[in-house]
């Protein structure tokens, strides 16, 4: 397995921040916000230091019922191919469901969901793993995700289910320990009991991150600092196995340099910590023992049916998180409805950042109107789709009396964005607006 090292999640409002940082080793960056042909310059000056740079999907939906979109590999390939990465990263998660496979409308969800830990489940994600891997130029590792809501009828523990998959597919694992102290709070799922079942050797790098609870729900929000109990959860994990790379994540509300480079400084010492004491004895009996516990299954293949029974129920969840639809039986309504509003307001905080027009034109009144918007339009696309579906929902639904000046800015917004060239670029366009330009000066 090949030693990443130290490393820090690369976003473009930290860029200045990671390329000054002492004794990072390597970076990992969103892999759908990168276009190939025109890479940040600062990610170019990271690779020609020698920094290794790691893709990470968050849109293939590998959990999903549907096998895996053969674009969004070719896209996921390129980039490693771009960056001349060693391995390439996604989630066991699926994050879009209906379509074809169910005769129903195709949902997004905008956000990484759990996969059910049943049989089933597993060899279809199995199989798209397979199909994923023989896509790609190099290695694929997948990632443990962070869930309020548990699915009914599950026939294994999560570390079973990683267990099964690394052992059936030989695929690489990223795991968060982040998401092991979400499930720990949400779930209850004890994170020694997870990391005693895990097929430790197949681990290719850590995540972890930040978080924070309300009202006994715990939030993975990548916006605040590393709680204590993931950082215990580390030293847990590196007194087992000496992990090859670990990685600070962080997505919103970003501190000044110096306050991430003291984060990542705890987690190297979190890591030293677990080292200079080993894994212990009754450790290693406890992780042979829940191998036998969980055997593998037949390599079976996963068949239409099995697909099909896999998309509906998964349907079924996320149109009653998005749409509005009734609860599918066996579900908790209440951590639905928590789920659903943080899906929300999710889309809301992307939306203005793809789009961060459409809060300045709304102002105060961009968030209430857009939770108002989700409450009956679920994605169906990208959120730049959304933006835009957004904007004509306001044009559409907006009283004759509403203020003419925000409509206009909102109609010429839309204008703008909603055709396959930018209005502005379109020559008709230019012609009127060099014209306008000429007679005002006369």
Not at 141 to 167: C, H, K, R
Request: aromatic letters at 4%.
């Amino acid at each position: 397995m090949r030693r990443l090292g130290t490393g820090i999640g690369w976003r473009p409002e930290i860029a200045d921040a990671v390329e000054r940082m002492p004794g990072i080793d390597w970076v990992e960056a969103v892999s759908e916000n990168l276009c190939p042909g025109h890479l940040p310059d600062s990610l170019l000056r990271l690779r020609e230091r020698g920094v290794t740079v790691v893709p990470h999907g968050v849109s293939l939906g590998l959990g999903g019922g549907e096998r895996p979109d053969a674009g969004r590999l070719a896209a996921l390939a390129e980039r490693a191919e771009v960056l001349g990465s060693p391995l390439v990263t996604e989630h066991i998660a699926f994050v879009r469901a209906g379509g074809a496979l169910t005769a129903s409308p195709l949902l997004e969800a905008g956000h990484l969901l759990p996969v059910p830990r049943t049989r089933d489940a597993l060899d279809v994600l199995c199989e798209n793993v397979r199909i994923a891997q023989d896509a790609l130029p190099v290695p694929l590792a997948v990632e443990n995700i962070a869930a309020l809501i548990s699915w009914p009828g599950e026939e294994m523990t999560e570390g079973q289910f990683l267990y099964e998959l690394a052992d059936r597919t030989g695929v690489r694992l990223l795991i968060d320990v982040a998401n092991l102290h979400t499930n720990h709070v949400n779930r209850g799922e004890d994170p020694a009991e997870a990391l005693a079942e895990l097929p430790l050797e197949a681990i290719a790098y850590v995540h972890v991150a930040g978080g924070f609870e309300r009202d006994g729900v715990w939030h993975d929000s990548h916006a605040h600092p590393v709680a204590q109990p993931v950082l215990d959860i580390l030293t847990d994990l590196a007194s087992r196995v000496a992990p090859p790379g670990v990685l600070l994540e962080r997505d919103e509300n970003f501190p000044e340099g110096e306050e991430l480079e003291g984060e990542v400084e705890a987690i190297r010492a979190a890591v030293a910590k677990g080292r200079t004491g080993g894994m212990p004895a009754d450790r290693g009996a406890a992780a042979a023992a829940s191998r036998r516990a969980a055997p593998a299954s037949p390599d079976a293949r996963a068949d239409d049916a099995v697909r099909q029974r896999l998309g509906l129920a998964q349907a079924a969840l996320l149109s009653a998180l998005v749409a509005g639809t009734p609860v599918p039986e066996g579900f908790d309504r209440a951590r639905l409805g928590v789920q659903a509003r943080a899906l929300a307001g999710k889309r809301a905080d992307v939306v203005a950042k793809v789009a961060p027009e459409l809060p300045v034109i709304l102002g105060t009144r961009y968030r209430p109107a857009f939770l108002a918007y989700a409450q009956g339009c679920p994605m169906t696309g990208g959120y730049r789709r959304d933006a835009l579906d957004f904007v004509a929902h306001v044009l559409r639904s907006a009283p004759s009396g509403a203020d003419s000046g925000v409509r206009g800015e909102l109609r010429e917004w839309w204008l703008e964005r909603s055709g396959p060239v930018p209005r502005s670029t379109r020559p008709g366009v230019r012609l009127a607006r060099a014209t306008r330009r000429v007679l005002l000066r006369r």
